[in-house]
C-alpha cells in the first residue's frame, strides 16, 4: 500500500520512501550523460588514432627508400602485415569466444568455423583488391612525394561515395555532396604542378604510367570497400571475428602467391636454362652426337647463358688493332 509517496508493506509493515520520477529520471540522465561522455572520448581518441597511423604511412614509406628505390620486396612487406593480422584476428577470436553465454554457437567449433567459411567466400574479392592497393602505395612512392599520395588517396572518398549511390543506392546529404565537392577541387588546385618528367624502361612517359596508376590507386580500393561492405553485410549470422580471419587470410595467400610469381619470373631464365641443360642431359644419347633442331635449340640456349654470365677481362678490353 502507498501513501503519500510512502510504501507500507502488508506483512511486515515496513515503510519504505517511494522515490518520485523526477528524481529517477534525472540519475537516469546523469548515467547517460556518463556513458555518453565516455562513448565520445573513445571515439575521438579512435578517430585521432586513426587520421595519426594514416598520416605516418606515406612518410614512413617514403623514409625507407635508399637513391629513389626500395631495397626490399613490397609484397614480402604485405604478407608479413597480413600474417601479423591473422595472428591478431586469431587472438581476438579466442578472447571473444571466451565471453560467450551458455547456449550460444561456439565461434571454435570445427563445424561453426568451414560452415563460415563457406559462406564468407566472397571476401577473397575484396582480400584481391587490397594486396593489389597495398603494393600500390609502395609504388606510387616512386612517382610522387608523400603529400601528393595522401592527397591522391583522398580521391578514394569520391569514387567510394559514387559507387555507393549508383551500386547500393545510398543516399547522400547536400552537406556529404558539398564536401565531396570541395575535396575534389582541393585535390585539383593540389596536383596543378605535380607533374613527373622522364621515360620509363618501356618507352613511354612517366606522366602517363603515373596517371594509370594513379587510376588503379584511386579506383581498386574504391571497389574493394564497398564490395566488401556488401560481402559482411550479406552475412549478418558470422561472427565479425571470422570475418576479419577470413579477410586478412585471404590476404596473407594472395600476397604469397604474388611472392612465388615474382621469383619465378626474375629467376624464369636460369629456370628455364636448367631445364633445357637436364633435358640434354637425359635425352640426348652418349657417344651419338648429331645436329637436330633440339640439340640446335639446346646450344643456342647453353650459348646465350654462357654470354650473358661472361664477364670481360683486362685483356679481353684490349683493342684488335695496334695503336
Known amino acids: 500500500m502507498q501513501r503519500n509517496g510512502v510504501m507500507e508493506c502488508s506483512v511486515c509493515r515496513s515503510r519504505l520512501v517511494v522515490p518520485s520520477p523526477r528524481s529517477v529520471s534525472r540519475a537516469y540522465d546523469k ?57 591478431f584476428a586469431i587472438v581476438m577470436l579466442i578472447i571473444q569466444s571466451r565471453k560467450q553465454k551458455v547456449g550460444e554457437k561456439p565461434l571454435l567449433a570445427r563445424s561453426t568455423f568451414i560452415q563460415a567459411a563457406r559462406n564468407n567466400v566472397l571476401l577473397a574479392v575484396p582480400a584481391l583488391l587490397y594486396a593489389i592497393n597495398n603494393y600500390l602505395k609502395f609504388i606510387m612512392q616512386l612517382y610522387f612525394n608523400p603529400s ?20 547500393m543506392r545510398r543516399r547522400f546529404s547536400v552537406i556529404q555532396w558539398e564536401a565531396l565537392a570541395l575535396l575534389l577541387i582541393g585535390i585539383s588546385i593540389n596536383q596543378l604542378k605535380t607533374v ?15 596517371y594509370i596508376y594513379t587510376l588503379i590507386f584511386v579506383t581498386v580500393p574504391s571497389m574493394a570497400s564497398v564490395y566488401n561492405e556488401y ?23 594472395f600476397n604469397f602467391l604474388g ?54 677481362g683486362n685483356d679481353e678490353r684490349q683493342p684488335l688493332l695496334p695503336t
Do not use: W
Open 31 to 87: 548515467h547517460r550523460s556518463k556513458i555518453s561522455s565516455k562513448f565520445r572520448a573513445r571515439n575521438v581518441l579512435l578517430v585521432v588514432g586513426d587520421c595519426i597511423l594514416v598520416g605516418l604511412q606515406p612518410i614512413l614509406v617514403f623514409m625507407s627508400k635508399v637513391d629513389g628505390k626500395f631495397q626490399f620486396s613490397p609484397i614480402s612487406v604485405n604478407f608479413l602485415t597480413e600474417v601479423m593480422k591473422v595472428i
Open 196 to 210: 613527373p618528367a622522364g621515360n620509363t624502361a618501356f618507352g613511354l612517359p612517366v606522366t602517363a604510367i603515373a
Open 259 to 312: 611472392i612465388l610469381g615474382t621469383a619465378l619470373f626474375q629467376e624464369g631464365g636460369t629456370i628455364l636454362y636448367d631445364i633445357v641443360m637436364l633435358y640434354k642431359l637425359l635425352c640426348q644419347p652418349k657417344g651419338h652426337e648429331y645436329n637436330s633442331p633440339e640439340s640446335s635449340f639446346v646450344n643456342m640456349t647453353a650459348g646465350a647463358a654462357d654470354d650473358a654470365s661472361h664477364r670481360i
Open 231 to 253: 560481402a559482411l553485410k550479406s552475412q549478418y549470422d558470422t561472427s565479425i571475428y571470422l570475418q576479419n580471419l577470413f579477410l586478412y587470410g585471404y590476404g596473407a595467400i
Open 148 to 167: 601528393t599520395v595522401k592527397m591522391l588517396s583522398n580521391l578514394k572518398v569520391l569514387v567510394i561515395a559514387v559507387l555507393l549511390k549508383f551500386i
